[in-house]
């Protein structure tokens, strides 16, 4: 892959919409999550008109609270999951990817747990917190489970679209590679609303 790669969405879309791009600006991904679903059942497709399917993300349970997303292949085979680790909290954002037979694989932390902080105490302010997202832009850490850091998911400042820029720190080996794109195009779908 060409990195650094983008995943680009617009933020006050009725219908979701996420667009993960190469360096060179070659579509890789698109991503429209369906309205009003109680479950999440995600399908990434290699164009926008939806005519190749790449991948599968599906939900285990109707609540977000501890949901597991389990990543499938266009044939159904599984490639991993990955879920928020405990509450959602006001401090940093944590969750866990495991491997397709359900071992624990790799950690995505936030690195910086008072860009959240701040930006929701900012993001109340009324007018003014619309510009959060120029001032507070939180970056996360994808760490293999001995705590080797393998990439770094950022968000850059943006008014009316949300863009995260994915780039490794070190080489992917195998479906690592996958898993840590999976990854992280789950974890920016359900924070997408920040910053």
């Known amino acids: 892959m060409n990195y650094p790669l983008t995943l680009s969405f617009k933020k006050f879309a009725l219908a979701s919409q996420i667009y993960m791009k190469d360096a060179n600006g070659n579509l890789l991904g698109y991503v429209k999550q369906k309205m009003f679903k109680l479950k999440e059942d995600i399908n990434v497709f290699a164009d926008e008109a939806q005519t190749q399917h790449l991948f ?29 680790k405990g509450m959602r909290s006001i401090w940093k954002a944590n969750y866990e990817i495991s ?18 902080v701040m930006d929701a105490l900012f993001g109340e302010i009324p007018i003014v917190g619309m510009f959060s997202g120029y001032l ?4 996360y850490i994808i760490s293999r489970i001995d705590g080797t850091p393998i990439a770094r998911l950022a968000k850059q400042p943006a008014f009316m679209q949300g863009e995260f820029k994915l780039e490794p720190m070190q080489q992917l080996v195998g479906d690592e ?14 924070e997408r609303m920040r910053g």
């Open 56 to 84: 599968n993300i599906k939900a285990d349970r109707i609540m977000d609270f501890s949901a597991n997303y389990r990543f499938t292949g266009n044939q159904g085979n599984p490639i991993g999951a990955i879920r928020r």
């Open 99 to 116: 491997d397709n037979a359900g071992n624990h694989a790799l950690n995505i932390n936030e690195e910086n747990g008072w860009v959240k």
């Open 136 to 139: 507070f832009n939180p970056t």
């Open 177 to 190: 590679e996958t898993r840590v794109l999976l990854g992280a195009l789950t974890m920016t779908l359900l």
